[in-house]
């Protein structure tokens, strides 16, 4: 069970950290003309999401794993708002991967300021998760 527990906090860093930082390449992305560094930005972008998507894969298959073990958990009022805030995570994840494909066709219309904002989505979404998994209020 540990171990278990273990991969799933791995693959949620490593979800976290590409959620973190794909939408700042969008901040930048946003900033940069189709000329220079943005060619390698969207080289940056395609990677980072390959990465997301094996972290947030491999932290959801754990962490189903994890409730497929202990059932009781899916009864805790605690566990349902967890679920809701990693199901809008997920939506978040699949938002990101349409940006992605914005940017590549070059069909960006929103401002580096807009995605700034974007960007602290899933900073607010941890501090949910993390307090809902270590306090359990409810």
Same mark, same amino acid.
């Given at each position: 069970m540990q171990w278990l527990i273990a991969f799933h906090i791995i693959f949620v860093v490593t979800w976290f950290a590409g959620l973190f930082y794909l939408p700042r390449l969008f901040v930048y992305s946003a900033l940069n003309d189709k000329e220079g560094f943005y060619p390698t930005l969207m080289v940056m972008q395609r990677k980072l999401l390959v990465m997301m998507h094996i972290g947030g894969g491999l932290a959801l298959f754990f962490g189903l794993v994890l409730v497929v073990i202990q059932p009781g958990y899916l009864a805790l009022g605690w566990m349902h708002a967890k679920l809701a805030l990693v199901v809008g995570l997920v $939506?978040?994840?699949l938002w990101c991967a349409r =940006? #992605?494909?914005?940017? +590549? +066709?070059? @069909?960006?219309r929103r401002s580096h300021v807009w995605y700034r904002w974007f960007n @602290? #989505?899933? $900073?607010?979404a941890l #501090?949910? =998760?993390v307090i809902l998994a270590v306090v359990r209020p409810f």
């Open positions: $939506a978040y994840h =940006i #992605v494909r914005v940017f +590549r +066709r070059g @069909e960006n @602290e #989505v899933p $900073a607010l #501090v949910g =998760i």
